[in-house]
């Protein structure tokens, strides 16, 4: 919602004075008061109180709320004009109100024989940069509709086929100057430069195993975990970095073929009490780098001393393979049958999302605001109010619930006795990754076949 504070452009109040807007105020609060008194059905496990349930605000109190428009409008007049009024707009005011409003439509993209897509992050307003388990790198221009391959990384050992497992993260930076993903070797990582996505630096002997997930302290700490339930500092600073000098032949001319530097991680953890690190996220408020093992526990470092802290089994917690951290607020755990919301200051769960699909598993989850959004097994994304504490409603159908349905795409399944004479079905895809661009007004979606076994891919925008 956009909020303006209106200056009068002539006499004493501006346009939006209208003293009748104060009975609607009061009328909706009462309504809500009465909507939090009424006793539900099952009570919640943790419950808020206000201080007062007066009615009555100050003339001062009075005065704001009539001088302020909410209208966006207003809002927008006010940008263009440079006015000096204040004025905000809540960024997740405009998913919100597409969400509600049945609004967004998918736009499905061919991805031809890629086989399942793990992560992705909007690169800028038309580019979207996704990983795959095949161990591609693919970048995705909305405008042209085109899919273009960034070559991967190898170390300074070389990688073997069997030691290509996928790229299963992709990260950038706060200032968006850099993008780090997983490397050719499925246990080291790559950092690209932006917006060029020239390779600056390969990061290797800090995992023996498989990277699974990576989170950015800053513009140049990067924490990794891996498989191997180690947890590795990266410091990437292109000023302490080493770069070959590509030799070439007397009379040959040297071809433009970029360089990059082989780094070493700053400090190696063992994460104690986990098998195999499953997620990783920051939480900026408290400072703190939570780790998802699938052993089910939740772990938590200290990011000032790369020391561990506590760690926590999760309540009956299956099939725990994502989890997302709320700006200054909580942790969300995707699980089997159910999303977990935990307190960041202790790990106790505050609420159990329980899915409204039996058996979908819970694949990828975001926050955008106060809006959870939920990438399940079964192809569809729903979206769970945190504040109102459920599911988000249409406001174009009564009484039911958001929900994005993807399209069905194709599997190759691959037959041993017959490897040429495969067959395509059609399948409903997993949503192992979404993403909101920078706007919120538009979704990237991807994944693929849930079966280990079955090989394909799905990917689709929706705006």
Known sequence: MSKTVKRPAAGIYPNCYIPSRLEDRRQRARMLRQERRRKPDKPDDFVTYEDSDSEEETPAQ?????????????YVRSRETD?????????????????THD??????????NINKVFCSQWLSNRQVVFGT???????????????DAIPTLPNSRGASPDTQSGIHACQINPSHSLLATGARHSA?????RLPTLDPLCVGENGHRDWVFDMCWL????LVSGSRDTKVALWRINEDTMEFPVANSKEGEEQEAVPTYAHISPVAIKDCRGAQKIRAICFHKEYREIALLSLNGYMHLFNAETFSQKLSRKLPNCQENVCIACQPNGLYAVGCRSYTLLLDPRTLQAVKK?????????IRSASFQGNILTIGTGLGMLMFYDIRAGKYLESQTSASRTVVLKASRGYVAQFPEEEMDNFQQIKYVPAIYTHCYDSSGTRLFTAGGPLPATLIGNYAGIWQ
């Open 62 to 74: 009075q005065h704001q709320v009539l001088s302020t428009s909410y209208n966006f409008v207003d």
């Open 83 to 99: 006015l000096r009024e204040v004025r905000s707009v809540d960024p997740a005011y405009a998913s919100r109100h597409i969400l």
């Open 103 to 112: 609004m967004f439509k998918e736009t499905p993209i061919a991805l031809g």
């Open 133 to 147: 388990k095949c161990n591609k790198l693919m970048v995705y221009d909305v405008n042209t509709r085109k899919v």
């Open 188 to 192: 080291d990582i790559a950092i690209y």
């Open 218 to 221: 800053d513009d140049q700490f």
């Open 353 to 361: 999302i329980a899915s409204r699909y039996s058996g979908c598993g």
